[in-house]
């Protein structure tokens, strides 16, 4: 089912929301990509892909997060073929080991003890997918597939067990990547980041922008409501 979360229609003059020539949808259920998305002024609808999230055997995790990224973003555009799909994965990267979204408590705990006192990495990759623009007339050819990613780093300082476990009992971490929200409850402990914000919310929102632009989507007639 397609759920209508962007903006209506508006030029795309600084300040105003982006327009589109077909729909952007986005293959997430995420709320905080939505949020990001419409904060940005960029008209979407969401269809979530339900791909299972896991890496590889021997995966790299940049590679993790992208082919992620384009599974969700090419199972959807299979059934949208006229629009445009924005996929999207989130990981945290802890010497080598890549970090989802935890299934219990006990992995939430795990997670947040290999983090405390360290510098890891989040890696959000990111992948457009759907039919391409003609220059001139604008009318839609042959589709594309465009997928990058983007790092930042997150240092955290020593948690005690004590304040894991205060933080595991509000539920925040349990359906967030590495087991915490950079944005809720532990930006109490986040002292210094290096690269995208957003990237670590969920979306780098300013690599997507430039996406759009770049592969001339600044029309989407049925995009936002």
Same mark, same amino acid.
């Given at each position: 089912?397609?759920?209508?979360?962007?903006?209506?229609?508006?030029?795309?003059?600084?300040?105003?929301?982006?327009?589109?020539?077909?729909?952007?949808?986005?293959?997430?259920?995420?709320?905080?990509?939505?949020?990001?998305?419409?904060?940005?002024?960029?008209?979407?609808?969401?269809?979530?892909?339900?791909?299972?999230?896991?890496?590889?055997?021997?995966?790299?995790?940049?590679?993790?997060?992208?082919?992620?990224?384009?599974?969700?973003?090419?199972?959807?555009?299979?059934?949208?073929?006229?629009?445009?799909? !924005?996929?999207?994965? +989130?990981?945290? #990267?802890?010497? %080598?080991?890549? =970090?989802?979204? $935890?299934?219990?408590? @006990?992995?939430?705990?795990?997670?947040?003890?290999? !983090?405390?006192?360290? +510098?890891?990495? #989040?890696?959000? %990759?990111?992948? =457009?997918?759907? $039919?391409?623009?003609? @220059?001139?007339?604008?009318?839609?050819?042959?589709?594309?597939?465009?997928?990058?990613?983007?790092?930042?780093?997150?240092?955290?300082?020593?948690?005690?067990?004590?304040?894991?476990?205060?933080?595991?009992?509000?539920?925040?971490?349990?359906?967030?990547?590495?087991?915490?929200?950079?944005?809720?409850?532990?930006?109490?402990?986040?002292?210094?980041?290096?690269?995208?914000?957003?990237?670590?919310?969920?979306?780098?929102?300013?690599?997507?922008?430039?996406?759009?632009?770049?592969?001339?989507?600044?029309?989407?007639?049925?995009?936002?409501?």
């Amino acid at each position: 089912m397609i759920l209508t979360g962007g903006v209506g229609r508006q030029t795309s003059d600084v300040g105003r929301p982006l327009q589109f020539d077909a729909m952007l949808i986005l293959a997430s259920a995420s709320p905080r990509r939505q949020e990001l998305l419409r904060n940005a002024g960029i008209p979407f609808s969401v269809f979530p892909s339900n791909i299972t999230e896991a890496p590889l055997d021997g995966e790299a995790p940049r590679q993790c997060a992208e082919r992620l990224a384009r599974e969700k973003a090419l199972a959807v555009s299979r059934q949208q073929p006229a629009d445009v799909v !924005l996929g999207a994965d +989130t990981i945290v #990267v802890v010497d %080598g080991e890549i =970090l989802g979204k $935890p299934c219990d408590a @006990t992995d939430a705990m795990r997670m947040l003890r290999l !983090l405390s006192g360290r +510098t890891h990495q #989040v890696i959000t %990759g990111v992948c =457009l997918a759907g $039919p391409s623009l003609r @220059t001139g007339n604008q009318k839609l050819e042959t589709g594309f597939e465009d997928t990058r990613s983007e790092t930042t780093l997150v240092t955290l300082p020593t948690l005690t067990d004590e304040d894991i476990r205060s933080y595991i009992a509000t539920d925040e971490p349990m359906d967030k990547a590495g087991a915490y929200a950079i944005q809720g409850i532990a930006s109490r402990w986040i002292p210094r980041i290096e690269g995208d914000y957003f990237n670590v919310v969920g979306l780098p929102v300013a690599l997507v922008y430039e996406m759009l632009k770049e592969h001339g989507l600044h029309g989407l007639d049925r995009a936002g409501g």
